[in-house]
């Protein structure tokens, strides 16, 4: 049963923007740091990008420095990530993480709770 579910991916042409959402359910969010990763077929799972509990600090990969931007809304159990001047290279799965995956870097194996996951397509 998963408790992260992550919502508004789909296709889009190199240049197009997509706003990915990952809400919590039955599971505490407004206390933990979350993070978004990305895994291309055949490639290892990368992290994209982190924000902090309150909002306040964020953190992003090199490869999507200044095109995406992490938020939340922990009223609504909810982070987003804007993604914006998509490339083909940022096609791939993108997963939500919650919990110590956010100390100072991007933390896969801080993870401690996943959501299953959305796939984001970029070509013409």
């Known amino acids: 049963q998963s408790q992260l579910v992550e919502s508004g991916g789909g296709s889009v042409q190199p240049g197009g923007s997509l706003t990915l959402s990952c809400v919590a359910s039955?599971?505490?969010?407004?206390?933990?740091?979350a993070c978004w990763f990305r895994q291309a077929p055949g490639k290892e799972r990368e992290g994209v990008s982190c924000?902090?509990?309150?909002?306040?600090?964020?953190i992003y990969a090199d490869s999507v420095r200044g095109r995406f931007t992490v938020s939340r809304d922990n009223a609504k159990n909810t982070v987003y990530l804007q993604m914006n001047s998509l490339k083909p290279e940022d096609t791939g799965v993108y997963s939500c993480?919650?919990?110590?995956?956010?100390?100072?870097?991007?933390?896969?194996?801080?993870?401690?709770?996943w959501g299953q996951g959305a796939q984001v397509t970029v070509s013409s």
């Open positions: 993480g919650v919990g110590w995956c956010y100390r100072g870097s991007i933390d896969t194996g801080g993870v401690e709770d």
């Open positions: 039955g599971l505490p969010l407004k206390d933990r740091a």
């Open positions: 924000i902090s509990n309150s909002g306040v600090s964020t």
